[in-house]
């Protein structure tokens, strides 16, 4: 169902979350614009996953329920997993830097990606479309 190559479309609240996260306002423009795009290929609980954006582009190899380390855009480095229950992915990771907990969920709904995001009681969406 996550197969696909999937283009950002639009952002909800994601400034104000990028906001909590700590990033300053230089970057937060940039990361609004970040024309993120994100390859997934699923082989039973594993994923392959290309993410590709203005900022980089990065490979990253997990398998559902097996922590992982993720670096984000700008630096931040995060460790946890992703959980499939039902037909949405369940991700938690933990900031390297201070043990703050961001968790973030994937599903495919009408067609759309979404995928979402909470940090420290503030909610964001991307909405991605198939390419
Ligand atoms: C993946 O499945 O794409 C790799 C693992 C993703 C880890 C969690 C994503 C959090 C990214 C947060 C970016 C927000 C910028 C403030």
Redesign the pocket.
Known sequence: AFDGTWKVDRNDNYDK??EK?G?NVMKRKL?EHDNLK?TIEQEGDKFH?K?SSTFRTKD?D?TLGVQFD?T?ADGTE?SGM?ELEGDTLK?K?TRKDNNKV?T?TRAVVGGELVQS?NYEGVDAKRIFKKQ
């Open positions: 979350f990028m996260m990033i990361a994100v996953i993410e990253i997990f993720y984000m995060l992703w991700g990771f961001l973030t995001y």
